[in-house]
């Protein structure tokens, strides 16, 4: 028996062992096992020194070139990665101010917390420069903001943003700027309205950003390349107004244009049974405005986390609509004038639901013209909030 026991344990060792390597390419860290880049060949990787740009730093293996991280820089008083050792050489003649209060979003609302920074409040004698480099740190204190109208008018064609930034209130009217890489640390925006020249804007893979405000993207007629990231959840209206990504409908899938994850805007001309494709996160505000008028029902996929106010405002013959359980934040009038609603089957409890809408009255989201049920695992609610349990 002791023997059986031993060659169990030998051959256990070996099928581990073997496997460790067969599955070992690309572990993303620093050291380990992994793949040459498709030789086929198994080594231990081995971290070169760091290479970096503006704004991101990186190390891959020295054995077969497999990127190990890559990440924003962390910055100290001195405007130096405390990782890298980039430095950043910041515009002079830039315009500061102290900031003691921050905005953040929560649950869809706007909170004020303290804070301790500075904000960027204008371009100052840097207006000729074709290039702008805002500093992490400003006489000791992190830049965490970009105000309102800092740059509006302005000329230059590239902007570096580093990653104490969590806030930027604008980039308006800045018609020689084409690209805009925005760092990971950045939680909301107001608007780049207006760019005229802008082509790109480009999300870190590990952003933060939460909400996105009125017309953000609006005004920009060459706009043609978004990432939205998956931490995005709330936004205004209008968000790609007459914006090449909107008006063009080769960026469109079946009647909905997607960016990532997001429902941005659809086709009024929908009509029947609408299916949201599996993986989106939220639905942007007024996505399905213009009105479609002839959509009969919406299944909505699980996962989903958002839906944003008025997202289907005046979609006049819906009667039924399906929503996950997974939904944390349901915007005022999302099913506004939605005159026809019989039906919400909802995938959580009633209790879930009445949390969902923050316990507001049920017409603050669903037009009181219509005489919904909504449908949950443990019974119904009706429009006056009265609840039957199965």
Same mark, same amino acid.
């Given at each position: 028996m002791k023997k059986g026991v031993s060659i169990s344990a030998i051959a256990f060792a070996v099928l581990f062992f073997a496997c460790g390597l067969s599955a070992c390419g690309g572990n993303g860290g620093s050291s380990g096992n992994g793949g040459d880049g498709g030789s086929g060949e198994i080594h231990t990787h081995t971290a070169g020194d760091y290479t970096w740009d503006e704004d991101l730093h990186r190390q891959t293996c020295t054995e077969c070139g497999e990127t190990l991280e890559e990440a924003d820089h962390v910055y100290d008083g001195s405007n130096t990665c405390t990782v890298c050792g980039y430095t950043i050489v910041p515009t002079e003649g830039l315009e500061y101010e102290q900031v003691d209060e921050k905005e953040v979003f929560a649950n869809g609302t706007v909170e004020y917390v303290p804070a301790d920074g500075y904000a960027v409040t204008g371009i100052g004698t840097a207006g000729e420069e074709a290039k702008i480099v805002i500093p992490a740190y400003h006489d000791g204190k992190p830049v965490i903001?970009? +105000? +309102?109208?800092?740059?509006?008018?302005?000329?230059?064609?590239?902007?570096?943003?580093?990653?104490?930034?969590?806030?930027?209130l604008s980039f308006t009217m800045c018609n020689s700027l084409t690209e805009l890489r925005i760092p990971d640390s950045v939680t909301w925006i107001w608007h780049f309205y207006g760019n005229a020249a802008l082509k790109s804007v480009t999300f870190g893979k590990n952003s933060h950003l939460i909400y996105l405000g009125k017309a953000t993207f609006g005004g920009c007629p060459e706009l043609v390349s978004v990432n939205l990231p998956d931490s995005f959840r709330y936004s205004e209206d209008d968000l790609f107004e007459k914006s090449k990504i909107l008006t063009d409908k080769s960026f469109w899938t079946d009647g909905i244009l997607y960016i990532g994850n997001h429902v941005i805007s659809a086709d009024p001309s929908l009509s029947g049974v609408l299916t949201i494709r599996a993986g989106t996160l939220s639905i942007i505000n007024s996505a399905f405005w213009p009105p479609c008028e002839n959509i009969t029902e919406v299944i909505l996929p699980e996962g989903l986390r958002s839906i944003n106010g008025y997202a289907f405002d005046t979609c006049s013959a819906l009667k039924r609509v399906v929503i996950p359980a997974s939904l944390e934040y349901l915007g005022y009038g999302a099913f506004e004038r939605c005159d026809s609603l019989e039906t919400i089957e909802y995938g959580g409890t009633t209790e879930q639901w009445k949390a969902l809408l923050s316990y507001e009255p049920m017409t603050r989201f669903i037009s009181d013209g219509c005489n919904c049920i909504v449908s949950c695992t443990d019974g119904t609610i009706d429009m006056e909030g009265n609840v039957t349990k199965k």
């Open positions: 903001q970009i +105000d +309102d109208n800092a740059f509006i008018e302005c000329n230059f064609t590239e902007v570096h943003i580093p990653s104490t930034v969590e806030s930027i």
